[in-house]
């Protein structure tokens, strides 16, 4: 069974950095995409950030509005547990959302929620102006 577990979300004021981390586990596919989405209340969900893996190879995606800004990396996998972090910085208000983890999508549709199989509870991400 697959399951993804956010952490690290909070309250930062604007300028500031936060670390996400999503821990996969159950997910034994060789090559796969996890991604980071977020939501705000009335709003559809989108695409920030996601990390395609083949054999040793990591491809990162982002969304436009978060380039330059956002790190989305992926650690060795330990004991078939992956963690996936969304490194934060130089975060605006528009940023606040929550913010959730979710795993394996079609090749191509790195940053298309509706293309995502596995999801996790979501963290909240407050920036304050």
């Known amino acids: 069974q697959v399951q993804l577990v956010e952490s690290g979300g909070g309250s930062v004021q604007a300028g500031g950095s936060l670390r996400l981390s999503c821990a996969v586990s159950g997910y034994t596919n060789d090559r796969n995409c996890i991604g980071w989405f977020r939501q705000v209340p009335g709003k559809e969900r989108e695409g920030v950030a996601a990390i395609y893996t083949r054999a040793r190879i990591y491809l990162p995606y982002y969304a436009d509005s978060v380039k330059g800004r956002f790190t989305i990396s992926q650690a060795k996998a330990e004991n078939t547990v992956i963690t996936v972090s969304l490194q934060m910085s130089s975060l605006k208000p528009e940023d606040t959302a929550m913010y959730y983890c979710?795993?394996?999508?079609?090749?191509?549709?790195?940053?298309?929620?509706?293309?995502?199989?596995?999801w996790g509870q979501g963290t909240q991400v407050t920036v304050s102006s």
């Open positions: 979710a795993a394996e999508c079609p090749f191509g549709s790195w940053l298309d929620p509706s293309k995502y199989n596995f």
